[in-house]
């Protein structure tokens, strides 16, 4: 049993850059959700169109890395008034339905084969980073490896956290910000009771409208950090299982907090890798029972072997997601009377 | 509780899992037709293929062969076309031989296309607007519209009567698939290793058929498992709806990795039935399973309008629907009522999901499924069963028919999009009743 690999694994991935993504992701619902209660099933659409947009940018009309996360931001944006425009009006469950469906349609248009000169299809777009990478100040000869006690890191990831946890204590210093300003009371004074808002003459429109471009361009930073950091854009990453992670990443953390995003991030990446990584040593290991060693019993009784030891982690995210919204719906952090689970 | 449940799936499953791992051999097929004069396929008999390194082999009078190759891996087959009858000849001449990709257990389908010389060649573009397409892809359209129908129903009434959007509901299409697909190969017991050499229907498979009963009774056990343990709990809890979608999200991920994990991630096919020649009816082609398929689920949609209209659950059904409060204060039992739905609503699930399995089974089709069937009821109006079957015919309609002027690929987007504009429009659907929805 080799501990240690499994602690690197766990800390390292905890604050790694997947953390970041979904921090970043899990930011922007919490603005959607937590703070104005829509009920968005469709993040990962957002995260698609900010990828995209800095993809295609590079790709298809050849222009330089920058322009292209400008172009990401205002595909997003483009997006809020697509999705926003026809869906906003409606009841909460309709908007879930509407806004899942809306993130699926961008995942299938862009691998599409018509899209080819211009997504890449399915094999999307690949290396088209390395503006970004050429700037990493963690670029040394030799061995492009770092490691601080349990925290092991590549250089390139270490500059893409380096930049991503910038970001992200940027965004949480906005939205902390806005949230306590006349304008986040006016959200959370939406979501508490919609039709009091608008008796007080409040657009409750415009606002939603403004907080799901907020909420989607910070989602749409996350699809830039999320290619950026495998240096490829793959249509079938942007799949409707990651909406569903995010909300588990936010509600672990607990809705309407402003740190909860980071922590269920950080909780989150760490549990699921540390696991996978648990049981992939468990199986491994010459560990003895009954005469024969653990792994041959999974293997026997659970059919558990290597290859399908990363199903047992998305089973268990399943579980979670259940276990939390049945017992304790509000998270570590956050507050059961903050929680916009009324049916709206 | 969920625990538990979860604890008796997950142990009935792997027990099954050294099952699925081994089977019998992979092939390469397929099968040789042409138009005559009238326009009809016809199978071509005689012609020798051969993969090269492997062997040979030859069409029979339906026009199938079938050469076995060892292990996965590339191979080239190629067609010898001195050997096809007069006035047939290759489609593209080019395409004599092929290079296919055979992965192990799977048996992999080689075309080729062949031309009647006398018959008018057919411009296959992709934008043609023909006849024969229009009334082929009607067909094709009302098929998957009454298959999506089958799962609709079930979310739609579960809606209905629940106020919950049920995203599970997909999973129950799957289950349903599953279940069948293990009568049908390994019977009641096969999948145990030391009960395999027991006569069907324990040790082996059953017909197809039956198994698809079996299949629909386990959808709608779990249906009913499903709101006996979870969701009747968490109603009476007074868990909120929104609480509850989200853990019916959960649970639809828990499920699906419960299949994958214990059923692979390739595709499989029903022993029975598997390859058939197709009919040719007036201009479309269409094969018995899937008529067969088509007249079994008409009557079973139209057994569900009759159940509602006539009987007594189904008159309390609609009053549940209608208004909650008022149906429990006038003597109704609504969690017995709701316990029926769920129940119902499984099993026809299964059973959607047993004829959509008819081209394929695989451990994530329903969660594939699961924005149309969401399409289908949206447009039909939520919590209503004519208006599931009226969107989800719908639908089915129009993403085939739209792939007269698009890509293939995008059909189940133009649902999506279909879907979005209705709630635009009309966001209680085709038949809901006009009500604060926005």
């Known amino acids: ?344 | 509780m969920i625990v538990g449940a979860i604890v008796v799936i997950f142990a009935f499953f792997s027990l099954t899992a050294e099952v699925f791992a081994q089977d019998a051999g992979q092939s390469i097929i397929g099968q040789l037709r042409a138009d005559d004069a009238d326009g009809n396929k016809q199978p071509v008999v005689g012609v020798t293929l051969t993969v090269d390194g492997v062997g040979d082999g030859v069409s029979d009078e339906e026009g199938k062969w079938e050469i076995p190759v060892d292990s996965a891996g590339t191979y080239t087959i190629s067609i010898d076309p001195s050997t096809l009858p007069e006035g047939i000849s290759l489609k593209d001449a080019d395409r004599a031989s092929l290079d296919v990709l055979v992965e192990a257990n799977k048996d992999k389908r080689a075309l080729f296309s062949l031309v009647s010389g006398d018959a008018p060649v057919e411009e296959k573009t992709s934008g043609g607007v023909s006849t024969r397409r229009v009334a082929q892809l009607t067909v094709e359209g009302l098929k998957q519209g009454l298959y999506l129908a089958m799962a609709a129903i079930g979310l739609s009434l579960i809606f209905g009567t629940t106020g919950l959007v049920n995203f599970a509901h997909a999973e129950l299409v799957t289950w349903g698939q599953l279940c069948t697909f293990l009568f049908n190969a390994y019977g009641f017991a096969g999948f145990i290793g030391w009960l395999a050499p027991l006569p069907p229907p324990f040790g082996d498979g059953v017909n197809l058929i039956v198994a698809a009963i079996f299949g629909m009774v386990g959808g709608a056990l779990m249906g009913y498992f499903l709101d006996r343990f979870m969701f009747r709990r968490f109603r009476k809890r007074g868990l909120s709806l929104i609480a509850q979608m989200v853990i019916t999200i959960g649970l639809s991920i828990f499920m699906r990795y419960i299949f994958v994990y214990n059923f692979g991630g390739s595709p499989r096919s029903f022993k029975d039935y598997s390859a058939q020649t197709a009919w040719t009816i007036w201009k479309v082609d269409i094969t018995p399973k899937d008529f067969a398929a088509m007249v079994i689920s008409l009557a079973a949609l139209l057994a569900v309008g009759f159940l509602l209209n006539f009987t007594r659950i189904g008159k309390a059904m609609r009053a549940v629907a209608d208004n909650r409060d008022l149906a429990e204060s006038s003597g109704i039992d609504v969690n017995r009522v709701i316990s029926v739905v769920w129940l119902a609503g499984g099993a026809l699930a299964a059973l959607g999901g047993v004829f959509f399995g008819l081209d394929q089974i695989k451990w994530d089709f329903g969660f594939r499924i699961l924005l149309l069937i969401f399409a289908a009821v949206t447009l039909g109006g939520l919590g209503t069963a004519y208006g599931a079957l009226i969107g989800a015919l719908v639908t089915g309609l129009v993403i085939n028919l739209a792939t007269l002027w698009i890509d293939v690929e995008l059909k189940n987007m133009i649902a999506m999009l279909v879907m979005v504009l209705i709630l635009m429009f009309r966001p209680q659907g085709i038949l809901g009743q006009p009500e604060r929805i926005g």
């Not at chain 1, 172009?71 to 009841?91: A, F, S």
């Not at chain 1, 006349?182 to 959200?187: A, C, E, T």
């Not at chain 1, 990651?242 to 402003?258: D, E, K, N, Q, S």
């Open chain 1, 1 to 344: 049993m080799n501990w240690e690999s499994i602690l690197t694994q766990t800390f390292s991935q905890g604050f790694g850059t997947q953390a970041v993504v979904f921090a970043l992701a899990a930011i922007g619902l919490n603005i959607h959700f937590g703070y104005t209660g829509l009920l968005n099933f469709g993040q990962v659409g957002y995260m698609a169109a900010g990828a995209y947009g800095l993809g295609m940018t590079v790709y298809w009309l050849d222009q330089s890395f920058w322009l292209g996360i400008v172009m990401g931001i205002i595909y997003c944006l483009v997006l809020t008034l697509v999705l926003g425009i026809p869906t906003l009006r409606l009841r909460a469950d309709y908007l879930g339905i509407a806004t899942i469906a809306a993130s699926e349609s961008i995942r299938l248009f862009v691998r599409s084969r018509g899209q080819r000169t211009r997504t890449g299809a399915s094999e999307g777009i690949n290396d088209f980073a390395d503006p970004f990478f050429d700037l990493n100040i963690f670029n040394k000869p030799g061995s492009q490896s770092y490691r601080f006690f349990y925290w092991e890191y590549r250089a390139g990831d270490l500059w893409v956290m380096l930049i991503g946890w910038t970001v992200v204590a940027l965004c949480l210093l906005i939205t902390w910000q806005l949230m306590r300003s006349p304008w986040g009371r006016v959200l959370k004074a939406i979501r508490e009771d919609e039709d009091a808002a608008r008796a007080l003459g409040k657009n409750a429109y415009a606002y939603k409208l403004q907080a799901l471009a907020l909420g989607g361009v910070i989602g749409g930073l996350a699809g830039m950090f999320q290619v950026i950091r495998t240096q490829s854009v793959q249509p079938d990453t942007f799949n409707p299982t990651i909406t569903f992670m995010i909300w588990a990443v936010l509600i672990i953390g607990g809705v309407a907090r402003i740190w909860s995003p980071v922590v269920g991030a950080m909780i989150f990446w760490a549990a699921i890798s540390g696991l996978e990584a648990f049981l992939r040593e468990l199986i491994r290991s010459d560990w003895e029972l009954f005469g024969d060693t653990i792994g041959v019993h999974a293997e026997r009784f659970l059919n558990l072997t290597v290859q399908n030891v990363s199903q047992v982690k998305f089973m268990v995210f399943g579980m979670t997601l259940m276990l939390l919204m049945r017992f304790r719906p509000q998270g570590i952090f956050g507050s059961r009377e903050e929680m916009a689970l009324d049916d709206r």
